[in-house]
């Protein structure tokens, strides 16, 4: 079956950082776009990183620029998010999803975030 799998959350302190992973099986990643979206207790679930199938192109929320890095091992069918200079507020479940579509990054994340079916996803956990 087609499966993506999310993994590495866990619990860190301020400051500190987290590499997660999301590994899929059942079909290859390379002509997907790729997307990582976070849903806090009481909030809306939110796009926080997306990376493009054809060239590469990414999106980072405001909110995560400069600390986050999205990435893609295609050898490896296997997506990562790695998170530094994480806050309280980034706590959350983290999710994962795909598309066939190369659209635009930006437009893509968006399309992603209202059609796409969610897993488990991750939890991170940022306290002192």
């Known amino acids: 079956q087609v499966q993506l799998v999310e993994s590495g959350g866990g619990l860190v302190q301020p400051g500190g950082s987290l590499r997660l992973s999301c590994a899929a099986s059942?079909?290859?990643?390379?002509?997907?776009?790729i997307g990582w979206f976070r849903q806090a207790p009481g909030k809306e679930r939110e796009g926080v990183s997306c990376?493009?199938?054809?060239?590469?192109?990414?999106y980072y929320a405001d909110s995560v620029k400069g600390r986050f890095t999205i990435s893609r091992d295609n050898a490896k069918n296997t997506v990562y998010l790695q998170m530094n200079s994480l806050k309280a507020g980034n706590t959350a479940v983290y999710y994962c999803?795909?598309?066939?579509?190369?659209?635009?990054?930006?437009?893509?994340?968006?399309?992603?975030?209202?059609?796409?079916?969610w897993g488990q996803g991750t939890q991170v956990t940022v306290s002192s």
């Open positions: 059942g079909f290859t990643l390379d002509y997907y776009a």
């Open positions: 999803t795909t598309d066939p579509r190369n659209w635009a990054i930006k437009a893509m994340c968006v399309v992603m975030g209202l059609t796409s079916t």
């Open positions: 990376i493009s199938s054809s060239d590469g192109s990414t």
